[in-house]
């Protein structure tokens, strides 16, 4: 935090987090530390020591989502003050005894130990410092140094999605700020949608050094495996250099979304938005190339074909294996390739990969194969590519789909929807708000229902029915497309417009 001013004394207050990771009851638990340091600003520049100030006492709010869950005054000899945030079982957060609280988990006593279920979840964490006394306990200030901060401790959430090809995949997002509220995904687009809290002010940008935001996606979802993604935020495209991938992990790829402080305050200056949040969109720039980096991290190997993968029909299958310590370059190294189907391997090929461009002319056969698919191969294969440059680390694999099924998804509407019909239904929001906001979102394609022709009918107002209708879907008492035939009728009869 920026130095402050208390009488001749400049000061500094730094607060910082981490998790350490114990064993509590048999299960791997991560207490929170954060750790908050009151010192003079100025420091031995020879010894590089920070000179600290006693007898200070603290005042601290911890807020989570909003509500307060600790307010304590803490009274720290040497003007460091540590606090432990253990899960447990508590619906309210109690403080434990400091010297078993040592005892159990091996942490020094000179810190203050606080336990309670809502510690099992990362998210931001806002805290509400004062400092009424430095250098004697008798001495209290008159105007407190007061300070508002966030910290952000990582939470991992994963939602189990049913591909029609590739059966149950578990799409994850990693937060690195606040938690994660609202999570779509649309089969047909392959648009990952997912929201979280976000004060849209200038004291949120100025405390906020960066939004990163972790996707996690299996590899063993084929689709979601491409080259490149495109990314928005509150609908605003993100450049290239804000979306990176990492394939090191070897059950999941990560494509990091991060946004420093100095972008978030330009889209701040530039944008207006009703709403306190941050909703993000991840997709495939294209379908094809595939890509993926072997295990020793050496070798890119981007891979895509020619026609839809049909059983009994001949296809060519193509791909590019890069260096990935020479940026990318296309590399002449030996490879083996086999593709497999329920686990059995129905071809396979060796060869020296061609180190040419795929816009220049290079030998047949070098990167790619010609492949009449046996008639009786359907569903997943896996294209594996093996010991590269004869490395038993340098492998890679791809799940493919032969003969592709279209979804049978015809009405798609994301849970949190229903939060929005509850209270149209229940008048707390106007109809032409509604209307808006359901054509919004089909047009951005996160509603999906089938479309019909608009008609010239006689009505300029929304039939009683659909509001009932949406009350009832609110509360469960109807299903999906039940309600979708409301939004269809507002289509058909030109109140929503798409």
């Known amino acids: 935090m920026p130095p402050v001013m208390i009488g001749d004394l400049e000061a500094t207050l730094e607060v910082n987090s981490s998790t350490i990771y114990t064993d509590i009851d048999g299960e791997e638990k991560g207490i929170r530390q954060i750790s908050i340091d009151f010192f003079e600003t100025f420091t031995n520049i020879d010894s590089n020591q920070v000179q600290a100030i006693d007898n200070v006492t603290f005042q601290v709010d911890l807020i989570k989502s909003g509500n307060v869950i600790i307010s304590e005054t803490f009274q ?8 432990n945030l253990t899960p447990s079982n508590n619906e309210q957060v109690q403080v434990m005894e400091r010297e078993t609280f040592a005892s159990f988990f091996g942490l020094a006593s000179e810190q203050y130990n606080f336990e309670g279920e809502i510690f099992e979840n990362g998210g931001l964490y806002e805290f509400e410092i004062s400092i009424l006394t430095i250098n004697s306990y008798d001495n209290v200030l008159t105007d407190p140094a007061y300070y508002e901060l966030g910290i952000s401790i990582e939470e991992t959430t994963r939602y189990v999605i049913d591909d029609v090809n590739y059966g149950k995949q578990e799409l994850g997002i990693v937060t690195f700020f606040d938690q994660i509220t609202e999570f779509d995904y649309n089969i047909e687009t392959k648009e990952i949608i997912f929201s979280f809290p976000f004060e849209w002010n200038q004291n949120t940008i100025d405390q906020t050094t960066v939004i990163h935001e972790e996707v996690l996606v299996p590899k063993t979802y084929g689709d979601l495996l491409v080259a490149k993604y495109v990314a928005t935020l509150n609908g605003l495209d993100l450049p290239e250099s804000m979306i990176n991938i990492d394939d090191f992990s070897a059950d999941d790829r990560l494509v990091h979304i991060v946004v420093s402080q100095k972008e978030l305050q330009e889209i701040f200056s530039n944008n207006k938005f009703s709403d306190n949040k941050i909703t993000m969109t991840v997709k495939p720039e294209s379908d ?4 993926g980096v072997t295990e020793n991290g050496q070798f890119k190997v981007n891979l895509w074909w020619t026609k839809d993968l049909r059983s ?12 990935t310590f020479l940026k990318n370059k296309p590399i002449a190294v030996p490879y083996e390739l086999k593709i497999f189907h329920n686990g059995e391997k129905i071809f396979s090929k060796s060869n020296v990969s061609s180190d ?29 590519f093996e010991n590269l440059d004869g490395s038993k680390v340098a492998n890679v694999e791809f799940p493919l789909i032969v003969d592709r099924e279209k979804s049978s998804v015809e009405y798609q509407i994301p849970e949190w929807v229903k939060n929005n019909a509850g209270w149209w239904a229940s008048g707390q929001i106007p109809d032409s708000a509604f209307i808006d906001g359901i054509e919004h979102l089909i047009k951005q394609e996160i509603i999906v229902v089938p479309i ?9 107002n929304i039939p009683e029915w659909i509001k009932t209708n949406a009350e009832w879907w609110a509360s469960g008492q109807i299903d999906d497309k039940t309600f979708a035939t409301g939004i269809e009728f507002l289509i058909k009869i030109g109140l929503i417009v798409v």
């Open 76 to 83: 720290r000899d040497d003007g460091v003050l540590i606090m």
């Open 288 to 291: 094809l190339p595939l890509s």
């Open 312 to 323: 009994g029909e001949y296809t060519i299958i193509r791909y590019d294996i890069l260096d």
């Open 356 to 384: 040419a461009k795929p816009s220049e002319s290079r030998p047949s056969n070098k990167n790619d194969f010609e492949w009449n698919i046996p008639s009786d191969v359907s569903g997943v294969i896996v294209v594996k």
């Open 452 to 460: 019909s022709e608009t008609q010239s009918e006689d009505e300029s």
